[in-house]
């Protein structure tokens, strides 16, 4: 067993980004955004699954805009362009989990 600390920092700072943990062909960041800040389009080459702890994260995938919040989880397949941006202050996990 490993307990694994993800502070809130967001009223420390501003965009803050942790890698939080790795594991065979898994890894687990945690991103903390205020509200407005952004991170530009990119890809992966791992599937990807964004879990909104707390907060609102609109993400722009392959043109198409989702709002991911606590109440759904998004999952990206390996090479699809997206870019978020925090429409209030948000806490997510980011899990690539490789083929």
Known sequence: MELIETPNLLGEKSKHIQKALSFEKTKVVNIQLQA???IPEH??????LIIVRSGRVSFVVEDQVVE???????HMQPKEKHSLTATEASDLLVLQIMP
Do not use: F, R
């Open 68 to 74: 991911v919040t606590p109440e759904n989880i998004l």
């Open 36 to 38: 407005g800040e952004n």
């Open 43 to 48: 890809d992966s080459v791992a599937d990807v």
